[in-house]
């Protein structure tokens, strides 16, 4: 595995969540502490931002409807669905997420039986830690921090009290974008060490032509990019079930259209899905 610090990135996840929760009417998710957790990053956020793109605030606010909300927020439907369908069959579950940045779900589950762990670059889960500690939000989830170019994900987690013997849901959104197909492929099989009930969801993005790429997602790019934080190439997503199925997981593969169709219709200012966004489930028993 590599570093993920998901500094920005993270922050900007967490407004789309918070502007999704207050804004939907009936939201499908229900996000109402990340407001609270990012309370320091809005304006910073916003300047930095509408200084990278020189552009005018009313502006701004309809680009980032357009450009970021779609992602993170049908990968938290897509998520928090498929976590309630485990926790059914498996009530006394682990929930592993590996680059974790300002998620919450821990603090807004009801699921008391579940243990749930958070890791991410030492880095950035210190400023979560002293987000949750200012908020007054208890230990629901127990903080693994891991430098993935030293250290070794199996080792901290049992240190932490990762129980191997515990059916494990494990959720890595947002993070492949920013790692090449062999680097995934390659925590992929660090995530199969870890329990023999697992399931895997992650989000990708499919390696296209110019000619037939979603525009937005160009310009998503390039504003990662000017923030600091560059995206990787994509994958093909033939290669990435293959690929999987090679490992011994179980693949249920979510294409764009059925994110559209699924997570997407009907949501706030009309949301519109990228034609290049994948999610994966990945089951072994």
């Given at each position: 595995?590599?570093?993920?610090?998901?500094?920005?990135?993270?922050?900007?996840?967490?407004?789309?969540?918070?502007?999704?929760?207050?804004?939907?009417?009936?939201?499908?998710?229900?996000?109402?502490?990340?407001?609270?957790?990012?309370?320091?990053?809005?304006?910073?956020?916003?300047?930095?931002?509408?200084?990278?793109?020189?552009?005018?605030?009313?502006?701004?606010?309809?680009?980032?409807?357009?450009?970021?909300?779609?992602?993170?927020?049908?990968?938290?439907?897509?998520?928090?669905?498929?976590?309630?369908?485990?926790?059914?069959?498996?009530?006394?579950?682990?929930?592993?997420?590996?680059?974790?940045?300002?998620?919450?779900?821990?603090?807004?589950?009801?699921?008391?039986?579940?243990?749930?762990?958070?890791?991410?670059?030492?880095?950035?889960?210190?400023?979560?830690?002293?987000?949750?500690?200012?908020?007054?939000?208890?230990?629901?989830?127990?903080?693994?921090?891991?430098?993935?170019?030293?250290?070794?994900?199996?080792?901290?987690?049992l240190e932490a009290g990762f129980d191997k013997s515990r059916p494990t849901f494990v959720t890595i959104m947002g993070v492949s974008y920013y790692l090449n197909f062999e680097t995934f492929l390659s925590t992929m099989r660090d995530i199969l060490k870890l329990s023999d009930r697992l399931t895997v969801l992650f989000d990708f993005y499919e390696e296209k032509n110019i000619s037939d790429a979603d525009s937005r997602f160009e310009e998503l790019r390039n504003l990662t990019s000017?923030?600091?934080?560059?995206?990787?190439?994509?994958?093909?997503?033939?290669?990435?079930?293959?690929?999987?199925?090679?490992?011994?997981?179980?693949?249920?593969?979510?294409?764009?259209?059925?994110?559209?169709?699924?997570?997407?219709?009907?949501?706030?200012?009309?949301?519109?899905?990228?034609?290049?966004?994948?999610?994966?489930?990945?089951?072994?028993?």
């Amino acid at each position: 595995m590599t570093a993920y610090q998901g500094s920005v990135t993270a922050r900007i996840c967490a407004w789309a969540r918070a502007y999704y929760s207050k804004s939907e009417n009936h939201p499908s998710f229900n996000d109402y502490l990340a407001e609270k957790i990012i309370e320091d990053d809005r304006r910073l956020l916003l300047n930095l931002i509408l200084k990278k793109r020189r552009q005018q605030q009313g502006v701004f606010k309809k680009q980032v409807i357009d450009l970021i909300l779609p992602i993170p927020v049908s990968r938290s439907i897509f998520a928090e669905r498929e976590f309630l369908e485990f926790k059914k069959i498996n009530p006394n579950a682990q929930y592993l997420i590996l680059g974790a940045g300002l998620d919450t779900f821990a603090w807004r589950s009801d699921s008391e039986k579940v243990s749930f762990f958070e890791v991410d670059h030492p880095f950035f889960q210190t400023i979560k830690k002293q987000r949750i500690n200012t908020l007054k939000l208890g230990n629901r989830a127990v903080f693994v921090p891991v430098d993935f170019k030293t250290d070794s994900l199996e080792q901290k987690l049992l240190e932490a009290g990762f129980d191997k013997s515990r059916p494990t849901f494990v959720t890595i959104m947002g993070v492949s974008y920013y790692l090449n197909f062999e680097t995934f492929l390659s925590t992929m099989r660090d995530i199969l060490k870890l329990s023999d009930r697992l399931t895997v969801l992650f989000d990708f993005y499919e390696e296209k032509n110019i000619s037939d790429a979603d525009s937005r997602f160009e310009e998503l790019r390039n504003l990662t990019s000017l923030l600091g934080e560059p995206m990787s190439d994509g994958y093909k997503a033939n290669n990435v079930i293959s690929a999987l199925e090679g490992l011994g997981f179980e693949v249920e593969h979510k294409t764009p259209q059925e994110i559209k169709e699924k997570f997407i219709t009907g949501h706030i200012q009309n949301l519109k899905g990228y034609s290049n966004i994948h999610f994966i489930k990945a089951s072994k028993n």
